[in-house]
């Protein structure tokens, strides 16, 4: 494997920087994703990437998509990391949309993929249950026929961002007798039906990131099926395969680091710069080998996707791997701040409800909420332990 870009390449990397210095949302310069982002900010880049056709680089071209291969794909989200630029939320772009273009039929396409691309349909989740969550083929939701519709009814949870969605992909169980991966659909819903309510769940970082979404006798028409009933597992292993690569976050952890070792050169350690302390050097080091070793193996993933391999069990090596870089990168981010973090008091930070001036630098304000909110990455998307589980089947072979 040729790790070097070709010339063609640098030249598409310097195409990309030039427009995302040209067109980038200036509201939003080095916002990165925060607890206080209002549905406006999270779309903005998206729409501009949505009028330039670049909203959904992996998609099919006949769907929207760019044609780009997987290193351009992957250059362009280095790019992007290096500015920390807010980019097009994963529920349409990278999970329900990749779902119907494969499963669904001509209407659905047509229906539902003009609004994922132009970033003026926001979608949401409705995968995990209270008694449903890395074991979810135990999901209790249920989808049953009356007439032309689907009456559904249950709780689904950890419903990211849904309080503003238009629209969500659930899975629900539509045979009871079937076996557990057995008898589950995929319906859409469209979120202003009768009967979904939306509760926001506030979480440890002080945000209202995730819900718990009630569905009570909704009525949902039988055309929001995708595929065929009681199939709906299968779709749902080939979303989340999709989900889990785009966990990984690579190119965000080496920008995190690049910003760690900015602050760790502002922060001072008995009198020096803290990054010249050893222990902290010494994890700081381990980090960045870390996230190299990450690094090729997301671009052996890549290549294999050039190859015309589509993402497979490797992709749970990404999501375990990629979500302990960044849980470490905040924990190392926050001992880097030390005490400046202390005035952060869950959901009222300086910029978020509070009438109180920041105390310490701009660097400071935010690593305390987003230390707080990176616990959940080695929870969501099927926990790390079922990834390992995962690995030893389909990997491994035991």
Known sequence: ?????????QAFRDEVRAFIAENYPKHLADFGMREDMEREDFLAWHKVLGKKGWSVPAWPVEYGGTGWTPTQRYIWSEENARINAVMPLPFGVSMVGPVIYTFGNAEQKAKHLPGIVSGDVWWCQGYSEPGAGS????????????????????????????????????????????????????????????????????????????NETWLTDVRVPVENLVGQENKGWTYAKFLLAHERSGIAGVARSKRGVEKLREIATHETLDGQPLIKDFDFAKKVSQLEIDLAALEITELRTLAGEQAGKGPGPESSILKI????????LTELTLEAVGTYSAPYMGGVSNDNGSNEHPVGPDYATHAAATYFNMRKTSIYGGSNEI????????ILGL
């Open 135 to 210: 074991d979810l083929a135990s999901l209790k939701t249920t989808a049953v026929r009356d007439g032309d519709h689907y009456v559904i009814n249950g709780q689904k949870t950890w419903t990211t961002l849904a309080q503003h969605a238009d629209w969500g992909f659930f899975l629900c169980r539509t045979d009871p007798t079937a076996k557990a991966q057995e008898g589950i659909s995929f319906i859409l819903v469209d979120m202003k039906t009768p009967g979904v309510e939306v509760k926001p769940i506030k979480l440890l970082d002080g945000g209202y990131e995730v």
């Open 321 to 328: 791997k990629g979500t302990e870089i960044q849980q470490r």
């Open 387 to 394: 990834q390992r589980n995962i690995i030893t089947k389909m």
């Open 1 to 9: 494997m040729n790790l070097e870009f070709t010339p063609e390449e």
